[in-house]
């Protein structure tokens, strides 16, 4: 049974993994990759914890296009670099090898070329990961009355946009801290327990209907054949 403790636990540490993590050299990309498998734990845990799916749904799509965006990225990037020949182009240069030096510049600019579209690729790429990013934090923030989520999801939504400006960077970076906080601000499961259907009763099997039901569901009886007086409301 989805915990809202466990929600707390793993969206707070994941996401202080996913920013601990980005600094660590050489392992980054597994810190960054444990981090977001353990929020999007949290996220599943939230989403059946109040019965909204979408939520996990959005942030899913998210993660996914995140992985899209860097897998992108590196292919093109490496694709590049080894249609110009790769280290062997540079090695040309320091044995002397490379007498023509304006076409050993065409294949560096071909390469910046090429690494350029594949960020402007990841860029809009990241847009739309960042924009179910937000609709799912958005949902959350409804479901569970911490505003902070909101927050979250807007300043990284915003920060996703002004990347091409590098000022995203430091706009995602406060809004990983503000996700932490909002991670730990979740209330108790008490607090969040879902209300009770409204309703009336059957009258004939006693059981909870919507207040429009023409029929019951469960027994089949008409309420066209019942008074006002014989239903019981909430």
């Not at 990309?29 to 353990?38: A, D, E, K, P, Y």
Request: with cysteine; glycine share 8%.
């Amino acid at each position: 049974m989805a915990k809202m403790q466990d929600a707390q636990l793993f969206g707070g540490i994941g996401t202080l993994l996913m920013i601990v993590g980005f600094f660590i050299p050489y392992i980054w990309f597994v810190g960054v990759m444990v981090g977001s498998i353990l929020v999007l734990i949290a996220v599943k845990h939230i989403a059946d914890f109040t019965g909204d799916k979408q939520i996990f749904d959005e942030y899913l799509l998210s993660f996914i296009i995140t992985i899209l965006t860097i897998v992108t990225i590196i292919s093109l990037t490496f694709f590049s670099f080894t249609t110009i020949g790769g280290f062997n182009t540079f090695q040309g240069i320091e044995t002397q090898e490379y007498y023509n030096l304006f076409s050993f510049w065409n294949e560096i600019l071909s390469l910046l070329y090429a690494c350029a579209i594949g960020l402007l690729i990841g860029w809009i790429l990241m847009i739309i990961g960042a924009l179910y990013f937000k609709r799912s934090y958005h949902r959350i923030a409804k479901q569970t009355d911490v505003e902070l989520f909101k927050t979250a999801g807007t300043m990284y939504f915003i920060g996703a946009l002004s990347l091409i400006f590098l000022v995203g960077f430091l706009i995602i970076f406060i809004a990983k801290i503000i996700e932490i906080n909002a991670y730990f601000s979740l209330p108790k499961e008490s607090a969040l327990s879902p209300p009770l259907p409204q309703g009336r009763r059957c009258t004939a099997c006693g059981r909870l209907i919507p207040e429009d039901a023409v029929i019951c569901p469960y027994c089949g009886k008409s309420f066209q054949q019942f008074s006002s007086d014989e239903s019981k409301h909430y």
